[in-house]
């Protein structure tokens, strides 16, 4: 059944459709605007770090407002609309599930983060200038190594790694309400079957 909001890839946001790449970084002052509906979903996982400038997000019909120092989750399947980028400092982070499970033999990795696939958090995650110092770290780490001529998937993956476990450390350390890892997993294996990833479709 063909969905009312076109699917993309990963490919789409580099204006190369064909592209099966798995994972990109892009900075905002240099990528190009990508040729996608205003209104659409990811058949992928994005990550937005915002260093300076406010910009508003739309997820799921929901508006939020990203200020500095802060990081924009989206998941696979989330109605989304980005209201603009070329004012912003940052960049965004784009990578499927089969990247992130890479040699990992625990397949609910990535439905243990609390902030991914989740109906019912706040998809921007606010930091301290200390904490967002530390975010920054890894993800020039990862755009250094993928900088690389002869750039390694699985180091790239690993201080992807560390950087989402450095987030949810810090959801950990924030939040008054607990989750238990066992009913999260339980959750979000459910919304899979509901809303299983779709096979790439626009028209």
Same mark, same amino acid.
């Given at each position: 059944?063909?969905s009312i909001f076109? *699917?993309?890839?990963?490919?789409h946001?580099? @204006?190369?459709p064909?592209n099966?790449?798995? =994972?990109? /970084?892009?900075?905002? %002052?240099?990528?190009?605007?990508?040729?996608v509906?205003?209104?659409?979903?990811?058949?992928?996982?994005?990550?937005l770090?915002?260093?300076?400038?406010?910009?508003?997000?739309?997820?799921d019909y929901?508006e939020y407002?990203?200020?500095?120092?802060?990081?924009f989750?989206i998941s696979p399947n989330?109605?989304?609309?980005f209201e603009?980028?070329?004012?912003?400092?940052?960049?965004t982070?784009? *990578?499927?599930?089969?990247?992130?499970?890479i @040699?990992r033999?625990?397949?609910?990795?990535l =439905?243990e /983060?609390?902030f991914? %696939?989740?109906?019912?958090?706040?998809?921007?995650?606010?930091?301290n200038k200390?904490?967002?110092?530390?975010?920054l770290?890894l993800i020039?780490?990862?755009?250094?190594?993928k900088?690389r001529?002869?750039?390694?998937?699985?180091?790239?993956?690993s201080?992807?790694h560390?950087?989402?476990s450095?987030?949810q450390?810090?959801?950990?350390?924030?939040?008054?309400?607990?989750?238990?890892?066992?009913y999260?997993?339980?959750?979000?294996?459910?919304k899979?079957v509901?809303?299983?990833?779709?096979i790439y479709?626009k028209g």
């Open positions: 059944m063909k076109p *699917f993309y890839k990963i490919g946001f580099i @204006n190369q064909s099966p790449t798995a =994972f990109e /970084l892009l900075r905002f %002052d240099k990528m190009e605007e990508p040729d509906d205003d209104y659409h979903k990811h058949n992928f996982y994005e990550i770090w915002t260093e300076k400038g406010i910009s508003k997000q739309i997820i929901n407002e990203v200020k500095p120092n802060s990081l989750f989330q109605v989304h609309h603009e980028w070329k004012p912003l400092t940052g960049g982070i784009l *990578f499927t599930e089969d990247f992130y499970l @040699n033999t625990n397949k609910d990795m =439905f /983060l609390s991914l %696939d989740n109906l019912y958090t706040n998809p921007c995650i606010e930091f200390k904490e967002f110092d530390k975010i770290q020039h780490q990862i755009e250094t190594e900088s001529k002869d750039q390694n998937p699985t180091i790239i993956q201080y992807l560390f950087l989402l450095e987030v450390r810090h959801i950990d350390i924030n939040e008054h309400i607990h989750t238990s890892k066992k999260l997993i339980q959750f979000k294996q459910f899979a509901l809303y299983p990833n779709p479709w």
